[in-house]
């Protein structure tokens, strides 16, 4: 009898240590991969008013699966169904659906086959067109049995289905560009968009500054670009001008490179003969707005005093 008490809480300690030893390396001992759901997701997308938008239907975790249907009730006054196609997963089997003609907020589609599909991917898309006056969230919830998802063996899936959105947003019918402060560059110059502003309008007739824009159209070669800013697929251009030459050196009224007393020569000499005298550069340093011999008094102050005179 003492024996099989020892021979019992050997056994005990033995199961103890076990779990205790599962549970410290993270594994959960009743755990079965098997036994984990398939996740069928209707996708939540964004598409714009008077557009068709796709929403796919994926699956992932897929133990096999040889039949579903789904009814998915949407918006019917600012959505209309234009098809529901076959997912890139299912290349074998009957597919049908009910989308032509469909006004009812409810629409359904189906797929069966006499073998398992495997793998995960795409079960099918649904397109709607969105209405103009769509504007905001518009949820696809789902609708089934669970024996409408099975496998060959006819035997319910085990699964999750999670319902799809589409977000609305207007598209604007056009642009309107404030062009930055800087137009005319040198050739190893970047484009600098301060000061700029783009207002997008719409058919409601609002409108609102927008900063969700790409730019396109500047390269560094010489000459006109017209740069082309675009919202949504809505577009507007303003133009600048590159110069041929690399950016001057501020100050270097004469171009060699430093900035001496010879450039407040040059600059003085300028005012009295500017076609004899070229200069390569706005030169209204003191920014009083007129080029004259105050400016090249500002150059030679600035050779001597660079903290105080400042040349920008």
Known sequence: MGHNK???RRIVGSGLALLILVIL????????????????????????????????????GNPGLASFRFRVAYDAEKLTPVAVEQGTLLTEGAFFSNEEGNHTGTLTFLWYHTQDVQGDGELAVIRFLVAPTADGDYPLTVRYFPDDISNAALETVPHTVQDGSIHVEQR????????????????????????????AYYKDGTAK???DYTVSGFDAFPGEKEIVITVQGVSATFTVTVLEGTAPIPGDVNADGEITSDDAEHLLNYTFFPSLYPVNQNCDFNGDGLVDSDDAVYILNHTFFPERYPLK
């Not at 594994?27 to 964004?46: N, R, S």
């Open 172 to 199: 604007p019918t056009h642009i309107a560009i404030k062009p930055p402060d800087k137009l005319c560059y040198w050739e190893d110059e970047r484009l600098d968009l301060t000061g700029m502003t783009v207002t």
């Open 25 to 60: 390396s993270g594994i959960a001992p009743l755990a079965k991969a098997e036994d984990d759901p398939a996740i069928i997701a209707f996708g939540q997308v964004t598409g714009y008013s008077g557009e068709e938008v796709c929403v796919p239907v994926t699956i992932t």
């Open 209 to 211: 500054e927008v900063s």
């Open 6 to 8: 020892l021979n019992l």
